[in-house]
Nanobody, 131 residues
């Protein structure tokens, strides 16, 4: 079972930057499907960014051009670079992972921005943005 540990959450001023990291305990035959989600109290968990086994990236519209998801497979680590932070980015950020599916001769990921597409979750790291 994959264990995920997030780090990098902090308090920053609006317009600032943060880099979140997520260390995974293992990979299998192919790098896991990975994603970053965030949640405010009383709100649904929102998919922020996802990355598949081939390194293709996906973002929710509100963070496009500001956030960058990346992975270092040698270190089993996922990153989220967050620039130009806004008040509305303040939330608990969660890292998630799911085993890819081998279909049509390649590893594939589905639902990278949907929480239902992931089986493994970290404990979260808090991002606070102040004006």
């Amino acid at each position: 079972q994959v264990q995920l540990v997030e780090s990098g959450g902090d308090s920053v001023q609006s317009g600032g930057s943060l880099r979140l990291a997520c260390a995974a305990s293992e990979y299998t035959d192919s790098p896991y499907c990975m994603g970053w989600f965030r949640q405010d109290p009383g709100k649904e968990r929102e998919g922020v960014a996802g990355i598949d086994s081939d390194g293709n990236t996906f973002y929710t519209d509100s963070v496009k051009g500001r956030f960058t998801i990346s992975r270092d497979n040698a270190k089993n680590t996922l990153y989220l670079q967050m620039n130009s932070l806004k008040d509305e980015d303040m939330a608990m950020y969660y890292c998630a992972a799911e085993r890819p599916q081998y279909m049509l001769r390649r590893w594939r990921c589905y639902g990278l921005l949907e929480s239902s597409g992931f089986s493994y979750w970290g404990q979260g790291t808090q991002v606070t943005v102040s004006s």
